[in-house]
């Protein structure tokens, strides 16, 4: 078991790093130590949950530290949207 029941949702790190923006991606598969997720956008990526362990918090809703970063970039989306 890889992120376990806490990681069953993530944010989107491809929407974060080339867009600023948080789509809720879903888990497709759970491995020994990466699970599989693929995004409302379609990105499909893998996180490594080993080097911390499974989180402690449900990783979704997103962290408000990281809503009021994207957002203070003004270009904060919460669901596969746009913002202009
Ligand atoms: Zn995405």
């Not at 997103?62 to 957002?71: C, Q, Y």
Request: aromatic share 8%; with cysteine.
């Amino acid at each position: 078991m890889a992120g376990g029941p806490n990681a069953e949702h993530v944010a989107c790190t491809t929407c974060m790093w080339e867009a600023s923006q948080i789509t809720k991606a879903a888990r497709l598969a759970e491995g020994i130590e990466t699970d599989f997720y693929r995004c409302e956008q379609g990105h499909e990526f893998g996180i490594d949950w080993d080097h911390g362990g499974p989180p402690k918090e449900p990783q979704w809703p997103p962290a408000t530290e990281l809503v009021e970063a994207l957002k203070s970039q003004g270009r904060w989306t919460q669901n596969a949207g746009t913002v202009r």
